[in-house]
Each structure stands twice: as structure tokens, then as C-alpha cells.
């Protein structure tokens, strides 16, 4: 078993590449559990993890801070027919939980389309996405009603602690970006 799941990460630092090694990314964490953890730079310093599957599907969560939302993102390199920007009813199931609905924008990562479903952190929605994310074993995605994805969630609680330890990194960080932001209540350039 230890030498398959070796060989498939040799399989996985190869396809992760194009969607996670772009110019913006930057690596976190190598391999936590399986995932890849990472720094999108292109988007507000958004962390994410990204793991690959056998039978070409490839699932990447992150934090984007740009527009205040949880991205599930979920690609096959047999989807092909899917547009950029185009909107996919679309839904996502963890375990035996109730499913998440929504519209799934079309995206592109190099030669690999994908749905991008977001979810706000308004009335604490992202939140619950992420524990169910977190502490189920699977997930389930389907288009139209069709189940498109059933992918094995190992490792994720992990990889998830790892990403929110990360994003709150970049967050203490970009608040201390400015050397001359008063840290006592009195600037004495006001």
C-alpha cells in the first residue's frame, strides 16, 4: 500500500503543475495528507489545497479573499465541453449530508476545465461547508441531476488545518504591511 500511494504522488507532483504551480502560486506545505497545500497570489494571497485523482478529476478548495468567499473547485480533464464563465447548476454532496446547491462557473487551468462553486461566509455558510468538507470521508458532485464525481475526501482535516493556519498567515501579514499604520490608536500623521 505504501509503495502505491508513493508512485501516486510521484503521478501527482507531475498533473498538479498547470493548476497549482502557476507563476501566482507559491507552495505552502508539500504534501499533507495527500494534498498540496498552496498560496494563490493572483487573488488576495488565497491558500488552497489541490490533490489529483485517478481516473483524471482533480478537487482544489481555497480561501478567496477577494471576494470574501470558499471555493470548491473540481476539474476532469475529459470535460472539455465546458465553457470559461459559463454558470452549471450544480451540486455537492459530503457523506450523507444534505447537499450544497448552486451555479458552477465554467473555468480553465491551463488545458483542464473545471466548475468553481463559491460560498459565502454570510450567515456563517462557508463555515458549515468547510466542516462538512473537513469530516466527511467522500463527496459526491453531480450536474443536472447526474453524478459527475464520487471522490474519497482522505486526509482532508488535516490538509484543512493546514489551509486555515496558512490563510491566517496572509492575513497577519497584509495587515502588517504598512510600517506607518498606527498600532496604538495614534497616528501622528493624521
Known amino acids: ?64 479573499p477577494d471576494e470574501d468567499n470558499f471555493q470548491f473547485i473540481i476539474g476532469n480533464d475529459a470535460w472539455k465541453s465546458i465553457e470559461a464563465e459559463k454558470l452549471y447548476p450544480m451540486s455537492v ?4 449530508r444534505a447537499p450544497w446547491t448552486g ?24 463555515d458549515d461547508f468547510i466542516d462538512e468538507f473537513m469530516k466527511m470521508t467522500g463527496v459526491i458532485v453531480e450536474y443536472k441531476g447526474q453524478q459527475i464525481a464520487n471522490l ?8 484543512m488545518q493546514e489551509v486555515i493556519a496558512c490563510q491566517s498567515a496572509m492575513l497577519e501579514n497584509s495587515s502588517n504591511s504598512d510600517p506607518f499604520a498606527p498600532s ?3 497616528d501622528p500623521f493624521k
Not at 497549482?20 to 487573488?43: F, L, M, P, Y
Not at 480553465?108 to 454570510?122: A, I, R
Not at 474519497?152 to 490538509?159: H, R
Request: hydrophobic share 40%.
Open 103 to 126: 451555479d458552477g462557473k465554467g473555468h480553465w487551468w491551463g488545458d483542464t476545465p473545471s466548475l468553481m462553486l463559491n460560498v459565502s461566509f454570510d450567515k456563517g455558510a462557508a
Open 1 to 64: 500500500m505504501r509503495l502505491f500511494v508513493f508512485f501516486t504522488v510521484l503521478t501527482l507532483v507531475g498533473t498538479l503543475g498547470e493548476r497549482s504551480a502557476a507563476q501566482d502560486t507559491i507552495i505552502w506545505k508539500d504534501n499533507i495528507r495527500g494534498w498540496e497545500i498552496r498560496v494563490d497570489q493572483s487573488i488576495g494571497n488565497a491558500c488552497f489545497m489541490i490533490s489529483d485523482y485517478e481516473d483524471g478529476s482533480f478537487l482544489r478548495t481555497q480561501f478567496n
Open 93 to 96: 454532496q459530503f457523506g450523507n
Open 152 to 159: 474519497s475526501l482522505n486526509g482532508t482535516y488535516a490538509a
Open 184 to 186: 496604538s490608536g495614534s
